[in-house]
């Protein structure tokens, strides 16, 4: 089993910034690359993808929305990830979740309770 924890959510107006983080632990032993997923606000909203992360931190990946404003980062030794986030935007409201996926398994294998984020003025 492996534990993740987000942390690092909270209230900012439009064009702040935020600093998401992902704490995993238990048997994190294993490979894996971490992704973020955001969940919008309102019911039956789907878990939408953010940004991701290799294991080696060589590759990143990111939605359009996410391009050139939010920035995965990873520290393996201590088995944390972050999203930076700047130029926050209303729409970039919702409930944060990390997700990894163990390298040879298909799927999310482990999720994180998630951290609300709220853009608002």
């Known amino acids: 089993q492996v534990q993740l924890t987000e942390s690092g959510g909270g209230l900012v107006q439009p064009g702040g910034s935020l600093r998401l983080s992902c704490a995993a632990s238990g048997r994190a032993s294993d490979k894996y690359s971490v992704s973020w997923l955001r969940q919008g606000q309102g019911p039956g909203k789907d878990r939408d993808f953010v940004?991701?992360?290799?294991?080696?931190?060589?590759?990143?990946y990111y939605a359009d929305s996410a391009k050139g404003r939010f920035t995965i980062s990873r520290d393996i030794a201590n088995n944390m990830t972050y999203l930076q986030m700047n130029s926050l935007k209303p729409e970039d409201t919702g409930v944060y979740y990390c997700?990894?996926?163990?390298?040879?398994?298909?799927?999310?294998?482990?999720w994180g309770q998630g951290t609300q984020v709220t853009v608002s003025s």
């Open positions: 997700a990894i996926d163990i390298i040879g398994t298909v799927g999310y294998n482990y």
């Open positions: 940004a991701a992360i290799s294991w080696s931190g060589s590759s990143t």
